[in-house]
């Protein structure tokens, strides 16, 4: 359902949308970091098993929206913030969405010792 290139698109939205809708306690923003070495790997494997867990939701959402819009939700809608998957008209399938990707937890993200982005 999913290819490499599908994914890693989902994925590099979903980094990036990590990277400007969070702060840590030294930055306010965190747009002017990169992500340290293997966070690609830990976003691919949360944003892979969200769309293997949830098939038949994820072809629905698709039917309207791109991957970059589904990887840019996840975010969004795992860590609560004031847009999401349920911010989209999509109903019945918006609340799914939100329930499912509430599920996996909340993930924050920091800038380590080396001036660099980690998910926590």
């Given at each position: 359902?999913?290819?490499?290139?599908?994914?890693?698109?989902?994925?590099?939205?979903?980094?990036?949308?990590?990277?400007?809708?969070?702060?840590?306690?030294?930055?306010?923003?965190?747009?002017?970091?990169?992500f340290a070495e293997g966070e690609e790997?830990?976003?691919?494997?949360d944003c892979k098993a969200f769309v293997?867990?949830?098939?038949?939701?994820?072809?629905?959402?698709?039917?309207?929206?791109?991957?970059?819009?589904?990887?840019?939700?996840?975010?969004?809608?795992?860590?609560?913030?004031?847009?999401?998957?349920?911010?989209?008209?999509?109903?019945?399938?918006?609340?799914?969405?939100?329930?499912?990707?509430?599920?996996?937890?909340?993930?924050?993200?920091?800038?380590?010792?080396?001036?660099?982005?980690?998910?926590?």
């Open positions: 359902m999913i290819t490499g290139n599908d994914l890693q698109e989902m994925v590099n939205a979903y980094m990036e949308c990590a990277r400007w809708s969070s702060s840590d306690g030294d930055y306010d923003i965190l747009d002017e970091f990169e790997i830990e976003a691919m494997k293997d867990n949830n098939i038949s939701l994820v072809k629905e959402y698709m039917q309207s929206n791109t991957f970059e819009q589904l990887g840019h939700d996840l975010w969004l809608t795992r860590n609560e913030h004031g847009a999401g998957f349920w911010d989209r008209d999509l109903g019945g399938l918006g609340e799914e969405l939100t329930v499912a990707a509430e599920w996996i937890g909340h993930k924050d993200v920091f800038v380590n010792d080396e001036k660099e982005l980690e998910f926590l």
